[in-house]
């Protein structure tokens, strides 16, 4: 860059600091001055403040019309004619606020008072910036000028050193029905290292879309099928290809076009011509941004995947009311459960077996039998509440009230006994099976902190292990108050009462199976 070139670059920023910026909080003020008179109902406000309010974007329309283009270079000149219409909108602004608040009008009760301070602090600001700058406006070296601040000429060598390293590229598709346009875009695309195609229409576009992945679109309004805002709305509705980011790059000059597009999910509006630098920076960034939002989204979707395969560890030592529990932050899982039916089934003979029995072979014996009721008490109702060696014991009516409790644990003591008979077939192993079933009150809850184990307590729980240690091999030895709940629909054969630890005599029975309807 020329030492003139850098010279302007530095006057026409210096100016826009120095007197559009405060221009344009002044205009913005006086719109918040008249919404404030309006809902408060302050109606004899309103039009001293729409003066302010007009002369205000007047002035600012003035000021940003004066900085386009090599014009800007002109206001470093001691010219009294610029110094007079930069003044007279502002003479008239300080003069209606001043008048506002020496003519009371009902303002000293009212918050008005302090909003119109801050229009003429405003105003007086831009009115001292005015005043230094036709002042300095003969100095020779723009950059010596006292009223420009350092800071400006070396953000211009900052900037200029800065290193520009494009390293985000990505698949564009370029949406434009005018042929040298798109030719133009795509050969400067495919020059910085993108992949990139194009499209004259917008229905061409939707189906480029649908056929391959796109990471950003540069999409013109003024399309010849679908115009583009209505394209632009499209995507955005559309689950599969909302997250493209989309860069507005048109023709029209209207603000009001580009806010409805940002509103609508464009990353940005670029008015044609663009300059290939600030549209390089633009693709740059919003490839960046889409990169950023990938490996967001990647990374929940890992932690979501974590997180359904830690739940289903946690469902398959626990039951999934009380692994739901755990999981919305329960510390103590207990329940007293009034009604429930428990089963303790033994292996026969298991302890001669293993003695006899490779580890290796023995264990796969186990799995394969404790796999096969695994599955017997789901497909019943039931819950496995744990192994015990070559013990199995299941519940039902936890960790949710259920009625039939005591048909779950039938059925499934039913289930087992020819379950284990083919095995031990399968196995040329001799397998039986004793079973115990009891039904009543116990207590259910979760032991341990690190090692979850969901464990029953009570002496329907002793009852039912002391039922299978006095049953018979290939029978199902059920007590009284579970043969009372079974009596109607099953098919049982009293055995008579038995002495068991912790009882004199209790009634029992054996299950023989369901009876036919």
């Known amino acids: 860059m020329g030492a003139d070139e850098r010279v302007t670059r530095v006057r026409r920023s210096h100016l826009r600091q120095e007197l559009l910026a405060p221009a344009a909080a002044l205009a913005g003020w006086s719109d918040l001055l008249c919404d404030e008179a309006r809902g408060r109902g302050r109606v004899d406000l309103l039009d001293d403040l729409a003066r302010i309010r007009d002369a205000a974007w007047s002035l600012h329309d003035w000021i940003a019309a004066l900085l386009e283009g090599d014009r800007a270079d002109s206001t470093y000149l001691p010219d009294a004619r610029l110094r007079h219409d930069l003044r007279t909108p502002l003479n008239a602004i300080k003069g209606l606020a001043e008048l506002m608040l020496e003519e009371d009008g009902g303002l000293r009760a009212g918050s008005l008072r302090p909003d119109i301070r801050h229009v003429l602090a405003e105003a007086d600001r831009l009115l001292a910036a005015i005043d230094a700058i036709v002042r300095f406006g003969g100095t020779d070296d723009a950059c010596s000028d006292p009223a420009m601040p350092d800071t ?20 564009i598709l370029v949406v434009d029905d005018n042929a040298s346009n798109r030719d133009l875009m795509v050969r400067l695309l495919a020059r910085d290292g993108h992949a990139a195609s194009s499209a004259a229409s917008g229905g061409e576009a939707l ?47 209207e603000i009001g076009s580009a806010i409805r597009c940002i509103e609508a999910g464009a ?16 693709i740059e960034a919003s490839l960046e941004r889409k990169r950023w939002r990938d490996r967001e989204r990647d990374y929940l979707a890992r932690l979501e995947s974590e997180k359904k395969r830690a739940e289903g560890l946690l469902h398959n030592i626990l ?5 739901d529990r755990l999981n919305r932050g329960e510390t103590v899982v207990a329940d007293r459960m009034e009604a429930v039916t428990v089963l303790f089934a033994d292996l026969v003979g298991f302890t ?104 029953l307590w009570g002496d329907t729980v002793n009852v039912a292990a002391r039922l299978e240690q006095h049953g018979t091999p290939g029978r199902i030895h059920v007590s009284a108050p579970t ?23 209790i009634d029992t029975s054996f299950l023989d199976g369901r009876r036919l309807a």
């Open 152 to 171: 400006i000429a070396g953000l211009f060598t900052a900037i200029d050193g800065a290193s520009r390293s494009w390293r985000e590229s990505g698949r």
């Open 207 to 253: 189906q480029r879309l649908r056929a391959g992945p796109v990471d950003l679109i540069l999409l013109d309004l003024v399309l010849p099928d679908i115009d583009g805002f209505r394209m632009l709305r499209l995507l955005k509705e559309d689950s599969g290809l909302r997250d493209i980011p989309v860069l507005i790059v048109s023709g029209i000059d």
């Open 267 to 282: 990353e940005d509006y670029l008015r044609k011509p663009v300059s290939a630098t600030l549209m390089r920076a633009r």
């Open 319 to 323: 039951p999934v009311g009380v692994a």
């Open 352 to 455: 001669a077996l293993s003695a006899r029995l490779p580890a290796g072979e023995m264990v796969a014996m186990l799995n394969r039998v404790y796999t096969e009721f695994d599955a017997l008490t789901r497909r019943c109702g039931g819950e496995k509440i744990k192994t015990l060696g070559d013990a199995y014991m299941a519940a039902a009516g936890l960790p949710d009230p259920c009625p039939d409790h005591a048909d779950r644990m039938a059925d499934l003591a039913l289930a087992m006994l020819p379950a284990v008979e083919r095995l031990g077939r399968e196995l040329e192993l001799p397998l039986g099976l004793r079973i115990g079933v009891n039904s009543g009150p116990a207590i259910a809850g979760i032991i341990g902190t690190h090692k979850f184990s969901y464990d």
């Open 483 to 505: 043969a009372r709940l079974l009596a109607p629909r099953y098919r049982l054969t009293p055995r008579g009462p038995i002495a068991i630890k912790g009882h004199a005599t």
